[in-house]
């Protein structure tokens, strides 16, 4: 059954077109990514579970968007659409105009696990996808990827094996060859979720740095609220399963920005802003059951 998405309006815009302003007013006829009434379930006809319904989305070429939601809403389910692993029930997915069929290296994906090849170096996975389509000539490869492991900061390192490397190198290595391919996607799926908190902040800090520098589109995917207020130009926040969009969130943060900016009152506000929304979405899922919803009861009583 689909239902149509709502979104209040604040310092927030609706999912479609921010402000008013198509996609294509504010980026010269490039349309980014659009995704428009996505519904997607899975399951028999007679056991079958609605897990995003009525999504749209706009993403401008060049920015930066931040996705949280519940746990379980949906969200890894809306980057495989994204990334064409799977396809939608119904609605539409475009990227730069035309519609998502499958993969592609357009769009590429660094997951919350690393998927770098362990019998292979840090050079070889960085260079794999250009050597396996034989787009690029081997001086160009040579030259793309050694410019690579600069940019990352791994030249010494580029013959270790990824057991050789720490958790922050592996994710590294694995921008390093999402970049290769020189997507206009890049689909990050909580990819700094495993590192401890020091490792964290240092990858979010050297991504920073690196959007800021090359402004590659991006949908980062996440369920720390300031990882994305310190990350995003925008903040898509979900409902509970199954998924719409309940608001975006503008985050007008200067850019170039550091931690500091995370203790600011406007930092703070867009913070409280998501959290509210998230807190209440859970509550949802709490009562979508006899038992759960027993649960919730007993808990306000207990807190009245």
Same mark, same amino acid.
């Given at each position: 059954?689909?239902? @149509? ?5 604040? @310092?927030?815009?609706?999912?479609? *077109? ?5 996609? +294509? ?49 949906? *969200? ?28 592609? @290296? ?14 292979? $170096? ?19 490869? @040579? ?7 600069? $940019? ?75 990882? +994305?207020?310190?990350? +995003? ?7 509970? *399963?199954?998924? =719409? ?6 985050? *007008? ?6 931690? =500091?900016?995370?203790?600011? $009152? ?12 998230? =807190? ?8 979508? $059951? ?15």
């Amino acid at each position: 059954m689909a239902r @149509k998405q709502t979104s209040t309006k604040s @310092k927030a815009s609706s999912g479609g *077109k921010p402000n008013g302003t198509t996609v +294509a007013d504010k980026t010269s006829g490039k349309s980014g990514l659009e995704l428009s009434n996505v519904c997607k379930g899975y399951g028999d006809e007679w056991a079958r579970e609605e897990v995003l319904i009525d999504l749209s989305l706009s993403i401008l070429p060049g920015e930066l968007t931040a996705v949280v939601g519940p746990s379980g809403c949906g *969200k890894s389910a809306l980057v495989n659409l994204i990334a064409g692993f799977e396809l939608p029930d119904s609605g539409e997915i475009l990227i730069d105009g035309s519609p998502v069929t499958g993969p592609g @290296k357009d769009r590429l994906v660094v997951f919350q696990e690393s998927a770098l090849v362990p019998w292979q $170096t840090a050079y070889q996975n960085v260079v794999f996808g250009p050597k396996l389509r034989r787009d690029m000539s081997p001086a160009q490869i @040579k030259e793309e990827a050694d410019k690579l492991f600069e $940019t990352v900061g791994l030249v010494e390192f580029k013959d270790k094996y990824p057991l050789q490397l720490s958790g922050g190198m592996q994710r590294r290595a694995e921008l390093a060859r999402a970049m290769i391919n020189q997507p206009k996607l890049m689909i990050m799926d909580e990819p700094f979720r495993g590192l401890d908190a020091m490792s964290r902040e240092l990858m979010q800090e050297f991504f920073l740095r690196l959007f800021e520098k090359n402004r590659r589109t991006n949908l980062f995917v996440t369920s720390e609220i300031e990882e +994305a207020i310190f990350l +995003a130009d925008r903040l898509v926040v979900l409902s509970n *399963k199954p998924a =719409h969009v309940r608001k975006v969130i503008d985050i *007008k943060l200067e850019r170039p920005r550091d931690f =500091h900016m995370l203790s600011s $009152t406007q930092a703070y506000e867009y913070k409280r802003e998501a959290m509210e929304i998230l =807190h209440e979405e859970a509550l949802k899922g709490f009562k979508s $059951t006899d038992s759960q919803s027993d649960f919730v009861e007993a808990f306000s009583t207990q807190n009245d």
